[in-house]
């Protein structure tokens, strides 16, 4: 009777185990392919190493606008240089992120300053991380895939406590791979603002993605902001540009 009882135990345990391992191989299967799925959608969103022309738009409640245009340069996943091109009041700005670190070019000033992922230097809702997004999977893991006949469901955590979202929520356009709508929020868990990314195009070089970006944020009520893409295409751009000394020059790359 006793050997029985260990013979049994070790049938229970050896199906425990058994259960658990198939929970696992289950639960980890979505994880594996929603990080699959992220870095596919950055490859869409723009090539590893691209230049872009893009117009901000910020709007006030009572109907303000003011716009900007920047010129942007991309390599890798953890290099980005903008400059501005308008209005005049801004010609010659650039900022420069490297990896989690960036700063801001003033003509006349001096030496290039620090600033932080959620300052904005438009002074809009896009802050200084939307304006220079790197890939989603430099920033982020995939802890959670929900599949939609029309859509995935991407739950994104930070990799480090440096980033300015600690959380992402991304939904999926199944045909394109490219994001509709992305709720970004504090480890606390209180959502920030949401971007919503409209009007897929064509760009050419294999790039199709949404040509406009809109947001707003429950912390700023009445207040919108569109970032609308006019080009964007790949191109090889040397190291040296990702510099502070080369900040003074990143207007004379355009062609």
């Known amino acids: 009777m006793f050997k029985n009882t260990i013979i049994s135990s070790r049938i229970i345990f050896s199906t425990i185990i058994l259960i658990l391992s198939f929970t696992l191989l289950f639960a980890e299967e979505p994880i594996e392919a929603g990080n699959k799925l992220l870095k596919e959608i950055d490859r869409n969103l723009s090539p590893e190493s691209f230049e872009s022309l893009r117009k901000i738009i910020n709007i006030e ?5 003011k716009e900007f245009v920047l010129y942007a340069l991309k390599k890798g996943n953890d290099k980005m240089v903008t400059t501005f091109l ?3 009041t801004e010609i010659g700005r650039s900022t420069l992120r490297l990896d989690e670190n960036m700063w801001l070019y003033i003509p006349n000033v001096g ?6 992922s959620l300052q904005s230097v438009i002074g809009g809702i896009f802050n200084n991380s939307d304006i220079m997004q790197l890939d989603y ?5 995939v802890t959670k895939m929900i599949d939609d006949k029309k859509e995935k469901l991407l739950t994104l955590k930070a990799k480090t406590f440096n980033v300015a979202y600690d959380q992402l929520k991304m939904w999926v356009d199944i045909k394109y791979k490219t994001p ?3 709720e970004c929020y504090t480890a606390s868990g209180m959502l920030i603002k949401t971007l919503y ?6 760009f050419g070089n294999g790039i199709t993605r949404p040509a406009v970006l809109e947001t707003d944020s429950p912390l700023h009520k009445g207040y919108k902001a569109v970032m609308i893409y006019a080009n964007i295409a790949p191109r090889k751009i040397d190291d040296e540009v990702f510099t ?12």
């Open 61 to 65: 409640p009572n109907g303000k606008k």
């Open 86 to 88: 308008s209005p005049k």
């Open 111 to 116: 030496k290039p300053m620090r600033i932080t």
């Open 137 to 141: 999977t430099a920033e982020y893991d």
């Open 180 to 182: 509709t709508k992305i």
């Open 197 to 202: 990314f409209k009007e897929i195009k064509d």
């Open 244 to 255: 502070l000394n080369y900040m003074s020059k990143v207007k004379d790359l355009r062609k």
